[in-house]
Every structure is written in C-alpha cells, then in structure tokens.
C-alpha cells in the first residue's frame, strides 16, 4: 500500500482574526500592568521613606504610562 498522502489544512475561516489578535495581546499586556503597578504600589507603601519623594514618583509613573496606555488602548479597540 501507498503511503498516505492526506495533509492537515485548516480552513482560513476557522483561523483568529488579526483584531481577535490584537485584542488578545492588549489585555496580556494590560493585566501585565496592573500586576507591576500594584506591586510597585506595595513597594512605594512598604518601603518608602520620604513621602514627597513617594508622591514625586507616582506622579512621574502615571504621568508616563497612563499616556501609553490610552494610545495602546485606542489602536487596539480602533482596529
């Protein structure tokens, strides 16, 4: 007997779409996020010493990722 010459092709419709995708991969990262903010949170409340140096800091993290986070969140929930 011949050996069998029967492939495994999906059908192109049962595959995730690139939105379904990027949407997968934006909630990753954001849940990424909110883990690392709370632990950095924790660390700021155990840890800190200087409370202006505490605020200054959290300002600073916010003021620099919040922003990030709206663009990424537009072009995921866009596309």
């Known amino acids: 007997m011949p050996p069998s010459t029967v492939q495994?092709?999906?059908?192109?419709?049962?595959?995730?779409?690139?939105?379904?995708?990027?949407?997968f991969v934006f909630y990753g990262i954001m849940a990424i996020y909110i883990v690392f903010?709370?632990?950095?949170y924790y660390h700021?409340?155990?840890?800190?010493?200087?409370?202006?140096v505490n605020w200054i800091t959290g300002v600073a993290y916010l003021?620099?990722?919040?922003p990030l986070v709206a663009i990424m969140s537009i072009l995921a929930l866009t596309i």
């Open 63 to 66: 003021g620099t990722t919040l």
């Open 44 to 52: 700021w409340q155990q840890y800190g010493t200087d409370a202006r």
């Open 37 to 40: 903010t709370a632990i950095l």
């Open 8 to 23: 495994f092709t999906p059908p192109i419709n049962t595959l995730p779409s690139l939105d379904d995708g990027v949407l």
